[in-house]
Each structure stands twice: as structure tokens, then as C-alpha cells.
């Protein structure tokens, strides 16, 4: 994967200057280490780094076509090019490069904007056609790659990530957005085109926007995620198996394909170890896999990962975790992630990235979409039992239903409290609610809300995300079963806004790894979109069809093993200048951002000798904190100081690509 970003300047504004291209690729350095280029023409500009793992010695981009009318600057892999560039060498097409984002520039020729639906892999790219003066932004399908944009005094700017769309100087200085805050506080992650700051877009998932140099817009969203369950196909448990199987060995051959070595994340759980196993089989030679260990033992899965990586033959790296850790480099993940954080998850995946480039890869294939496409999340269990539960609602019978929930919750005798039973009795009997199964998640992290300033929350109040999610409802919504709606509202809101960006790209592309998803392949996913909710989940037996599968392939302990939700240990770091800093609160633009006084009560609830919050919710708000704090920092004062270090490592190389076709043309630099 890469770095891409660009400019299209308002009417009259002149030429696009090389050196603002350049502070943009500064900022996405570490997205494309092995090198960058520029292009520009009287219309746009556009930068792009690189990383090479397909074509190494070629393919340097932005790059064009024959005819010099279609650039692009393009980030992702296109898993189908290979076959994609027979078709097209066939039609007359003639190719300079052997990678494949070429394909995307002589597939746009071809079929105009009906080329994205071609495309199966994962991307985000910015495509100028220069004849039309056009610019568009296309994101994947599930948004598995990065891509934000704003227009500002006419102008619009576009970035891989915030940091480089800031670089440009187009902007004024970041504010951080009320209404984005308040969604990550609620539910954990993001639902493009919001963002946390003010003024900054993202392109949605499986989206397509078009610019015109006028300053028109238009936005296609040409591929959405819809089940059909009732459509002819699978009726068994063992043909879903079969055929879940076949697309899915089908999908780790595709992304295995590079011209560099491509590793395993193994956690020990059912989808990594499946992929796993399938990467092995598909391997010419030993994979090596990356595990992350704890010493905290309730949080530890060491000898399941190591269970895996004897039985496929790997060689099996580790990096160990503790909950001190966190604040050694929580400044960098938050500057990678570019928004608050609820879950403690990405402090460990960034350094399990780190491991994976100081071992000298810079590819691995991870297990995520599994459980949204496969109904693995404890969620689906709730709504379950909730909507048979409510049926009748004064049975006691079924509300003890709810003690089979949660097993991973580390103190089993909560789940057989009149607590417990309580907090899934509330708002029981709202089944006609259309985010049904969510409720009561996002209105237990509605409390984390309180350690925003108060105008911070007032401002947050005038934004309405749920009725902009309604509208994105699919057609035929209603007619779901509650298992089917469950599933598209966590993949449309928390995969890929949170899991695929804050666990996924953004900390692995921190390290220039890049992260590969079979489960997301277009295969897979026409299997798991087709199953009847019977198959998908047969009483709470999550991800049947995958165990089936995994039953004669992986030790039974491991293709049954209960799915244990992937978190990791915090601890307040008493008596430090970290807790003074979050209780003197934040500011940014002027703007204070956190409450003070909120911050001071909930840190006083910590346990005196370990810092331990008795809660995961305070957990998630002392975190949430913590991590605006550090935002308003790193996207306040200590901006311009990153992007101008970033600016000297770029100044010491030249660019693989410049190419000036602007009225002012400067010369070329080769193609190195």
C-alpha cells in the first residue's frame, strides 16, 4: 500500500506549487518509504509514496495510460488485475508497467466510471481525467483503505490521511468537530463522510466522488453491502462449509501474491489460525506468523498461537505487551490513528506491526471481517436472545437466557446478577427500532460523554448521526430477520470507520506494513451475503459454517474454541504528570474540549497500587480523554514541527516520479 494526495485548485488560482505536493508526501512518509512523485498539470496536483510489493523496480507512480489524458495517484492492491489485464491487452491496450494500478487507468478508458465495480481488492485512488478536467476519489468496497478530502475557499484537497490534507497550507488551522467526538464516544469509531476535524470529509466505503475543476460534485456509492438470505443458493450446513471453504483458500492464494514475502497476524483464535493454516498451504516455503503475548495471563492467548505455528510449520515471532506499555507509545498511535480512542486494542497491534518490519516483511494477511460477515460478535448473541426474550418479556425463564452471554467476562459470577439481567432488559420490547441491536451498547457509552466539556457536548447535540444512517439503509431493510440487520449496522458503523482503520490500516501502515483481508475478499463475502441466518448462526453457535470448515483442518480445540473478544490491560499511571495533564483538560482553536472536574472524580475511582478503573466503561472514558488530549496536541502545536521533520527525511531523497505538464513546465525527473 501507499500514500496518496493531491489538489485541485479553485478557478483562478493558479498552478498547484511542487513544494506544497511535497510537504503532503512528507506527511504519508511512512505510508510509502521507498519513494514518492509528483505531478501536476494548469488544473491539479497530485503526490504519491510508495511501497513496493508488487513490481518493485517498476510501476512508480502517479502514472497514465497511452494517451496521457488519465493519471492517477492510487493506494491498495487489486487482487483481479492479472486477470483484469488480459481482458484489456486483448481490447488493444498497451501497458508500461507490470503492477497493478495500471489496470485502473486503462479500465477507466474503457468503461468510464462503471470501472470501479470491476475491481475486486482494496484501494483508495484519486483518478484525473484530463480531458474532462475530472477528478475522482474511489474508496474499496468495505473502506478498507483510508481516503479523506476537504473543500476550502473553493479549493478541494485530498489525503490518504488528515495530517497530509493540513500539510497543504490550504487550511486554517485543525479544530477538532463536536458531532465527530460525540461518535466515537457513543460507538466507538466513525461513520464516513464524518470525521473528528471540522471541515474534513471522508469518502464512504464502496464510493466513488467526482470533482470538476468548476467546483461540482457528485458521489456514487456503487457497491453496498446487502444480504439476500432468501435468495436460491446454500440450504446445509455442510454445503455452506464447502463453499465458505473453497472462496475463502481461494481468497489467501490471491493475497498472497506479491513479489516480497507475505506473513500471518496469528492471535489463536478460529480466523486467524484458519488463514493461517491456508497461507501455509499455499506456500512454497515456511510463512512466518506474529503473535502478540501478554504477561497479564487473563488476556493471554501465547500457547494458542504457538499450538498453530507448530502444527502449519511457521516461524513464529512474538512481541510481548504490558498495560505500562500504553504510554510509551500512545503519542504515536493516536498521531497514526488520527481520532480519540475507546479500546486499548491498537497499543498492542502497533507494536505487532513494528515486529513485523524490523523482521523484514512489509505484508501480512489478517483475520478481521470474519465476524461480521459470519456473525462471531458476542452483539449477534445479544440481539438474539433480547428479541426472543422480548416475545415475553415477563418469562424469567428466558431472561436467565442472558447468563450464556459474554463467557469472556472475567468475573463469571456478574453474569448471574440481577445487574446483568437488568442491563439487557433495558429497552427490551423496541424490536421495531431500527438499530435495535445496538441500543443499549451506545447508550451505556453515551455515559463516557461526561468527560467532554459541556459546550463540547451542547455543540455535539445540534448533529443527527442517526438519522444520516437511516438514510443509508438498504432497500428491503425491514424485512430482515434481527440477525441480518445486526450484522450491516456493525460492519456499516464499526468495521470500517474503527476495526479496518484504528486495528487495521492505520497502525500497520505506521510501520509501512501492509494488511491483507481474505474474509473481505468478494468470494467470501458472496457465500457469507447469501446464507440464511439459520446457517449463520444456528441458536448461538457463532460462525457455524467457518468451524465446520476449520473441524477436519485445525485441532478441534482451536475450530470450537468460544470467541474471545481481542482487548488489552489500562492502567492509570498514578502519581505521574499524565493524570494532572488530563485533569487540567485540553484545548484546541481556543476550543476547551475536555471537563475537568469529571476527569478528576474518575481518576479518583482508580485502584490506589494499580491504577485499575473498576470498570470497562471508566476505562473507555479516562481513554476517550486521554486520547483528545493527546490529539489536541499533536494536530495543535506540535503539527507543524512533525510536518516540517517529515519534509527533511523527503528533502534528503529525489522524487522516483516528477512530471510537470503545466504551462510552467519544469523539466522532467526519469522514471529511476
Known sequence: MCGIAGVLPGQGSGLVDFDVLRSMAAALRHRGPDGYGLYRDNHVGLAHTRLSLIDPSGSFQPLTGEGETVWLTFNGEIFNFRELRRRLLAQGHRFRTNGDGEVVVHLYEELGARAWRELEGQFAFALWDRRRRWLWLVRDRFGILPLHYSRHRGHLVFGSEVKAIFASGFLPPPELDPGGLAEVFVRWSLSAPQTVFAGVQAVHAGTAMCFDAAGGVREERYWQLRFEPDQPGVRSLSDAAEELGDALDSAVVDRMRAD?????????????????????????????????????????????????????????????????????????????????????????????????????????????????????????????????????????????????????????????????????????????????????????????????????????????????LVDRLPKGWFEWDGLTRAQWLEAETF?????????????????????????????????????????????????????????????????????????????MPLGTPSVEMIADGATMAGQELLNSHALTRLAARADARHGILPSEREVMAMLGAVTVRLLAELFGPQLSGRIAAARRQLDASRPAVFLDRSDAREPDVPVT
Open 495 to 571: 468495521l470500517s470507520g474503527y476495526l479496518l482503520s484504528c486495528q487495521g490500516d492505520r497502525i500497520a501502515m505506521a510501520h509501512g506494513v501492509e494488511a491483507r483481508y481474505p474474509f473481505l475478499a468478494a468470494g467470501v463475502v458472496e457465500v457469507c451475503r447469501r446464507l440464511p441466518a439459520a446457517l449463520r448462526m444456528p441458536g448461538l453457535w457463532d460462525k457455524a459454517a467457518l468451524r465446520m470448515f476449520a473441524a477436519s483442518r485445525l485441532p478441534r480445540s482451536v475450530a470450537m474454541r468460544r470467541k474471545r473478544p481481542y482487548r488489552a490491560p489500562f492502567a
Open 260 to 468: 516480497v514475502p507475505v506473513g500471518v497476524y496469528l492471535s489463536g483464535g478460529l480466523d486467524s489460525s484458519m488463514i493461517a493454516l491456508l497461507a501455509a498451504r499455499s506456500s512454497d516455503s515456511p510463512i512466518d506468523t506474529f503473535g502478540i503475548t501478554f504477561r497479564d495471563e487473563r488476556y493471554d492467548e501465547a500457547a494458542q498461537q504457538r499450538e498453530v505455528a507448530a502444527l502449519i510449520g511457521g516461524r513464529h515471532h512474538e512481541v510481548e505487551y504490558d498495560a505500562a506499555d500504553l504510554w510509551d507509545v500512545l503519542h504515536e498511535v493516536v498521531w497514526h490513528t488520527e481520532m480519540p480512542l475507546m479500546r486499548t486494542a491498537p497499543i498492542p497491534l502497533f507494536l505487532l506491526a513494528r515486529l513485523v518490519r524490523g523482521s523484514g516483511l512489509s505484508a501480512v494477511l489478517t483475520g478481521e471481517g470474519a465476524d461480521e460477515l459470519l456473525a462471531g460478535y458476542g452483539i449477534f448473541k445479544e440481539d438474539k436472545v433480547r428479541r426472543f426474550w422480548a416475545r415475553q418479556p415477563g418469562s424469567a425463564i428466558r431472561g436467565r437466557l442472558t447468563h450464556r452471554l459474554h463467557p469472556e467476562v472475567f468475573a463469571d459470577e456478574a453474569r448471574h446478577t440481577e445487574m446483568w439481567r437488568s442491563f439487557f432488559a433495558t429497552d427490551l420490547t423496541r424490536t421495531d427500532h431500527p438499530f435495535y441491536s445496538h441500543l443499549i451498547r451506545w447508550q451505556n457509552n453515551a455515559w463516557c460523554l461526561r468527560v467532554l466539556h459541556p459546550e463540547v457536548r451542547r455543540a455535539a447535540q445540534l448533529s443527527v448521526p442517526d438519522s444520516a
